[in-house]
């Protein structure tokens, strides 16, 4: 819905131009919808007791390799990750 008066009760056709619009006054120098699916999908996956078939489900992925194209780990991330893991011993 629109947020002007004279547009209340008027449905959006498209979000486009209202994305673009969020986008430009927040200074925001290229996001697209799409962009915003990868960035939740990947932050989901980094929410304490979440699990990326959890993430999966909730994003409407119908399998876990497309969910897995969306999700960006980030180095810190990943080396954080690696130090939780319990030591194995030496190789």
Do not use: C
Request: glycine share 8%; charged share 25%.
């Amino acid at each position: 819905m629109y947020t002007k008066p004279r547009y209340f009760g008027r449905r959006l056709q498209s979000v486009r131009r209202v994305f673009e619009t969020a986008v430009l006054r927040a200074g925001i120098e290229w996001a697209t919808p799409h962009s915003q699916r990868h960035t939740r999908i990947t932050e989901g996956v980094h929410v304490p007791g979440a699990n990326v078939i959890d993430i999966s489900w909730i994003a409407g992925n119908k399998t876990l390799k497309t969910t897995m194209g969306y999700v960006h780990a980030a180095d810190k991330r990943l080396h954080e990750a690696v130090d939780k893991w319990p030591a194995i011993g030496t190789f």
